[in-house]
């Protein structure tokens, strides 16, 4: 059964903080990941898609991938209250497999 | 370019009935997914879509069944309703090939059984 695994929270930080999402994945072949964040009550949006071993980052967000590790991080820098939502990991299947793996999500609380 | 469209956004059903759900993916895009979301069990893949063709399926019983148009756009029907298949069901689109894989999901449709 392949599982992508998070800590389900709540994660509460202070206003400013970095806030640091952690995932794994138990396939080996997965080759792409992704996070999602979403706001209560709305569709996941895409905010980072992470291929290569090491770091990714766009604005105040940074994936970070270790596939020996089978291991992905976002961290949130100079984290708002609006960034309080729930983030979801995702993985890509191996192969010619055309579905993503979601793990439950990591509820994050930015305190003002 | 316009996002995911979902249609309807909201629906009640009766035990027994069963429903359409459509899908309009962002314009260029070849690869729809289906996914239901509950409280409990999280985003759960339902199946996937890609030239008119089923490329991948999940663990759903067959009332759970889809379809895809020559224009790319989706529908998922569900057969004889039960009350556990209440949820948010989420459909999501990409280019569907390359290993990037990324995909967009659209604002879904909430689906209460009664």
């Known amino acids: 059964q392949k599982e992508v695994e998070q800590n389900s929270g709540p994660l509460s930080v202070p206003e400013g903080a970095i806030a640091s999402l952690n995932c794994t994945y138990s396939?080996?072949?997965?080759?792409?990941f992704f996070w999602y964040r979403q706001y209560s009550g709305k569709s996941p949006e895409l905010i980072m898609s992470?291929?290569?071993?090491g770091d990714k980052e766009d604005g105040r967000f940074t994936a970070q991938l270790n596939k020996a590790s089978q291991y992905v991080s976002l961290l949130i820098r100079d984290s708002q209250p609006s960034d309080s939502a729930t983030y979801l990991c995702?993985?890509?299947?191996?192969?010619?497999?055309?579905?993503?793996?979601f793990g439950k999500g990591t509820k994050l609380s930015v305190k003002p | 370019k316009a996002g995911v469209t979902q249609t309807p956004r909201y629906l009640i059903k009766t035990r027994g009935q069963q429903v359409t759900l459509s899908c309009s993916p962002i314009?260029?895009?070849?690869?729809v997914s289906w996914y239901q979301q509950t409280p409990g069990q999280g985003l759960q893949f339902l199946f996937e879509?890609?030239?008119?063709?089923?490329?991948n399926k999940g663990n759903f019983p067959g009332r759970f069944s889809g379809r895809q148009f020559s224009n790319s756009r989706s529908e998922m029907n569900v057969s004889t309703l039960e009350l556990g298949d209440s949820a948010l069901y989420l459909c999501?689109?990409?280019?569907?090939?390359?290993?990037?894989?990324?995909?967009?999901f659209g604002p879904g449709t909430r689906l209460t059984v009664t």
């Open positions: 999501a689109s990409g280019p569907g090939t390359g290993v990037s894989y990324e995909q967009y």
């Open positions: 396939d080996r072949v997965s080759q792409s």
């Open positions: 992470i291929y290569s071993n």
């Open positions: 995702a993985a890509k299947g191996g192969g010619s497999q055309g579905n993503l793996i």
């Open positions: 314009s260029g895009h070849r690869s």
């Open positions: 879509y890609f030239s008119e063709t089923q490329r």
